[in-house]
């Protein structure tokens, strides 16, 4: 049968899953496919199949939701299903490739999202996805520390083709939510920092609960370190109160099947519980999101939130899964390096890469203006302990005092 080829082969020569290939050959979308056991051999000069007609190089075929966030909606419906979900949209082109690059980044593959962003930008692409592109470009930037790749992001998602009152809201989200990842929160809209989400449509719901939630958890955190004044609001009494909000959020995202969702959900609450002192809570939440992370090897999520939680995510992942633990480390190297350049750059800021996870934690504590004697008693490390920390810290840092600590952090 020298004119046929396998599934396998035919995946490779139309650039498609081999799933792809058996399903449309088992919907008799291949002419000539003839199944061999539970194999499927396939006429080598076949055609890749169209989408029940429909031309498979269309751009301009509906997303499947109503966002750009794919990834974050009931797409991703179950743990360790991404490639049954990619190929499930393989009748979409576009659609495919936004929800892979997604999926990526998810994973951490950042020279892969480049570019699947670089990609759609390139091409004659519709609204949410020139929106998606543009912020997983920015994503990439953020992990490069390229604040020229983060102008071009913004250039592009400020392009994106308005039609409605609807599109000009999520484009002030998508750079809002863009903004949040480097913790500046200005650049919200109003109506989102009243948690009113109704000017979306509600394919966007699932992400703009994480952005909500991402929004919150920074303004309590700036609140912390003084560095925002609410009436009646100080230390971190915002911060333990944050899972309060963030824990119904993570219940209705388990309703929905929205996982990566709950994954992002959870690791913010578990920052809020951290930074407000509760580990328990916080090591519950962590524990959920690595087992729901793990069986698509989703790792990229959890290191975009090891920073916040000091060192309590490598001991999770060290009792759980020790042998992802050096992968964890170098992922959060390279999103570390990145991050500390393009933040420290747009806020003006020397955010200092060179702490330890302790002296990040005392130096934090500092800043949300505890005592030595508080931080040692917390910590369970010694009053001397507490203050060589604060004197590396400022070292480090290159900052002269305790109060200029939150500047390199």
């Known amino acids: ?225 003084n560095q925002l004044k609410l009436p009646g609001v100080q230390g971190t009494s915002l911060l333990t109160m944050l899972p309060n909000t963030f824990e119904p959020m993570i219940c209705q995202a388990m309703a929905d099947k929205t996982v990566i969702a709950e994954i992002y959900l959870r690791m913010v609450c578990a920052e809020a519980y951290h930074n407000s002192g509760d580990n328990a809570q916080a090591i519950r939440q962590i524990d959920r999101a690595i087992a729901l992370a793990a069986p698509d090897g989703l790792w990229g999520i959890l290191v975009e939130h090891r920073k916040a939680l000091d060192n309590l995510l490598d001991e999770r992942i060290a009792a759980l899964m020790p042998h992802m633990l050096g992968h964890i480390k170098a992922l959060a190297k390279t999103l570390s390096l990145g991050w500390a350049n393009l933040s420290g750059t747009i806020r003006n800021r020397s955010i200092s890469t060179k702490l330890t996870a302790r002296e990040r934690e005392v130096a934090k504590m500092a800043a949300f203006g505890m005592s030595n004697a508080e931080i040692a008693q917390a910590l369970h490390i010694s009053v001397a302990a507490v203050k060589q920390a604060i004197r590396l810290a400022c070292t480090k840092g290159s900052v002269s005092s305790r109060s200029e600590l939150i500047t390199i952090l």
């Open 1 to 225: 049968m020298t004119d046929m080829i396998t599934a396998k082969e035919a995946a490779q020569k139309w650039n498609v899953t081999p799933r792809y290939v058996q399903m449309a050959c088992k919907d008799g979308l291949i002419s000539g496919a003839v199944q061999w056991g539970r194999a499927w051999m396939i006429p080598a000069c076949a055609e890749r199949p169209s989408a029940r007609g429909r031309n498979t190089a269309d751009p301009d075929l509906p997303m499947p939701r109503k966002t750009p966030f794919l990834d974050m909606t009931d797409l991703y419906h179950t743990p360790g299903c991404a490639e049954d979900a990619i190929a499930k949209l393989s009748f979409n082109p576009e659609a495919q490739i936004l929800f892979a690059a997604e999926i990526d980044y998810a994973r951490g593959q950042i020279d892969k999202v480049y570019e699947k962003a670089s990609y759609l930008l390139g091409k004659h692409s519709g609204f949410y996805a020139i929106l998606a592109g543009g912020m997983l470009l920015g994503f990439c930037a953020m992990w490069r520390g390229d604040i020229e790749l983060w102008k071009k992001a913004k250039q592009h998602i400020c392009e994106a083709p308005i039609r409605t009152d609807s599109d000009r809201e999520i484009v002030a989200l998508t750079l809002a939510a863009l903004d949040s990842s480097i913790y500046d929160i200005t650049s919200f809209p109003d109506w989102f920092r009243m948690g009113i989400f109704e000017l979306l449509p509600t394919d966007a719901f699932p992400a703009a609960k994480v952005f909500y939630a991402k929004y919150l958890y920074v303004a309590g955190y700036a609140v912390a370190s």
